[in-house]
């Protein structure tokens, strides 16, 4: 009995110490975070407050995307119906791990909704919805340019910039005080990540359009 003591009170401290341990670097993390977030949202100007506003709205992107189907469809006819839906299926992934699956999981706020950042944040737009983490716009914007460039990008050497328009949309949520940078760049790793799986599996499923 005194034998399980011991053993119950060592697991215990070890356990203890693990749980300060991660703690301690969680909010090193959490703090280098807010800095560099303060840092980029502090580089505003009046002319670039709507750039950036317009880069942030959802809405300012659908002639893109309109255009984007229309070119698949003219370029590939019958294998642009794959094409497509393995885009949309990427983007839809990706909003939904980062809006329905990681951010009620990990209620982090958005910077604009910290009581302690009120009076340090450039106020552009107003807030939205109360969790930041992950970024939905980061995890959208990264899963088409990856897909994009996973199927076609060897034919187009122009897809490479789609991967720029995916950064300038996901800095503008740090811009506007939506996101910290771990939000967008945690959004930018699901939007890869689920390209990826998808693109595979269209893969297994579709024979690609071939690649000089």
């Not at 109360?130 to 897809?159: C, D, E, P, Q």
Request: proline share 5%.
């Amino acid at each position: 009995m005194i034998e399980w003591d011991k053993q119950a009170h060592g697991f215990l401290f070890i356990h203890s110490i693990i749980h300060s341990f991660y703690h301690s670097k969680l909010e090193t993390l959490n703090r280098l975070d807010t800095d560099l977030f303060l840092w980029l949202n502090s580089l505003h100007a009046p002319w670039l407050d709507s750039i950036m506003v317009g880069a942030t709205m959802r809405n300012t992107w659908i002639p893109f995307y309109a255009l984007l189907i229309g070119w698949l469809i003219y370029q590939y006819r019958k294998l642009a119906f794959g094409l497509v839906l393995t885009l949309v299926l990427a983007v839809v992934l990706s909003d939904q791990m980062a809006s329905s699956v990681l951010k009620p999981l990990t209620l982090r706020l958005r910077p604009c909704h910290e009581p302690a950042l009120q009076k340090l944040i450039h106020p552009v737009l107003e807030c939205g919805g109360t969790y930041g983490f992950a970024s939905s716009h980061a995890a959208n914007t990264f899963a088409l340019a990856m897909a994009l460039w996973l199927m076609i990008g060897k034919r187009f050497w122009w897809v490479r910039w789609v991967f720029l328009w995916a950064a300038v949309v996901s800095y503008s949520r740090i811009y506007v005080g939506a996101h910290y940078p771990l939000d967008v760049l945690a959004g930018a790793g699901i939007g890869v990540l689920m390209a990826v799986g998808c693109v595979s599996l269209y893969r297994k499923l579709m024979i690609l359009p071939p690649t000089p």
